[in-house]
């Protein structure tokens, strides 16, 4: 006999009559794959040696940090001369700067 039909005997006898539902709800976890570069793979992985938790973990942080961030964002309405202005004080050098 061949483990398959050994293992389609065994599910026949099963009796699930005394079998019960655990009512404790369960998210259902979807895999996504993605790419990253060397870089980032390392951190992820010094990361996850770092706290002694997976590299899935990890990145699932990083996502919920992001979701976080974009659901408490809000848009806000100025001058366009005053973003223009806070803008050029980021990028001028230090020396340069004006108050």
């Not at 389609?8 to 794959?33: C, M, N, P």
């Amino acid at each position: 006999m061949t483990s398959r039909e050994e293992a389609l005997r065994a599910l026949e006898s099963r009796d699930l009559t005394g079998a019960y539902i655990d009512d404790v709800k369960r998210q259902v976890s979807i895999v996504h794959s993605v790419r990253v570069d060397q870089e980032l793979s390392e951190w992820i992985a010094a990361e996850s040696d770092r706290r002694g938790v997976s590299p899935s973990l990890i990145i699932r942080d990083a996502l919920m940090e992001a979701k976080a961030a974009q659901a408490s964002d809000e848009t806000v309405t100025l001058k366009l001369s005053d973003l223009h202005r806070a803008v050029n004080r980021l990028v001028q050098p230090i020396g340069y700067r004006t108050a």
